[in-house]
């Protein structure tokens, strides 16, 4: 009972945020408004695990605010959630890309972090990882992070894969 009085909720705020958002008057002033219940909007949808209109909500948002990092990051998470790896990873390499530009691979380590403690066996995300704290100047945490890579590769019997990590780490 409780949990479908729960769903109803969200469907209820997720309903009301695309209101708000319909509504809201077209002019200047509005627009950081509109870009709140965006974002609130896209939120209520994921915590009703309607997945794939909040990711395209979050889309939208990219594309009319493309410096919107928190958009940015959802799309990336919501992508890998549904299986769109592929996709998910181009949108992690744009974003790698203006981290990089700028010289922020503090921001970049942690997003890449909190990809991989989402997505632990995800290979990729590993080597990025360890390739971002070593262009980040933390040749120590490189070398953990391509040691837990090349542990899982062997695990998964991946010895090639693993010596080619091993061969980075030296």
């Known amino acids: 009972l409780f949990h479908h ?3 109803r909720a969200v469907a209820k705020a997720a309903e009301k945020f695309g209101e708000g958002i319909r509504y809201a008057p077209s002019h200047q002033q509005s627009n950081s408004l509109v870009l709140t219940l965006r974002h609130r909007y896209a939120e209520s949808l994921t915590r009703a695990s309607d997945f794939r209109h909040a990711l395209a909500v979050y889309q939208e948002i990219k ?3 493309p410096d ?3 958009a940015r990051l959802n799309v990336i998470e919501l992508m890998l ?3 769109q790896t592929e996709a998910g990873l181009r949108e992690l390499d744009e974003l790698a890309n203006a981290y990089q530009k700028r010289a922020e691979f503090s921001k970049l380590i ?3 972090e909190g990809l991989v403690q989402s997505y632990p066996n995800d290979q990729v995300l590993l080597q990025r990882l360890a390739e971002s704290h070593l262009q980040g100047g933390n040749v120590t945490k490189a070398i953990e992070v391509w ?3 090349g542990e899982l590769q062997l695990s ?3 010895k090639q894969a693993a ?3 091993i061969r980075q780490i030296i």
């Open 81 to 83: 959630r549904l299986g």
């Open 63 to 65: 594309q009319t605010r």
């Open 110 to 112: 942690s997003v890449l």
């Open 5 to 7: 009085d729960g769903e």
């Open 156 to 158: 998964a019997g991946e």
């Open 163 to 165: 010596a080619g990590t």
């Open 68 to 70: 919107d990092e928190r």
């Open 147 to 149: 040691d837990s890579l």
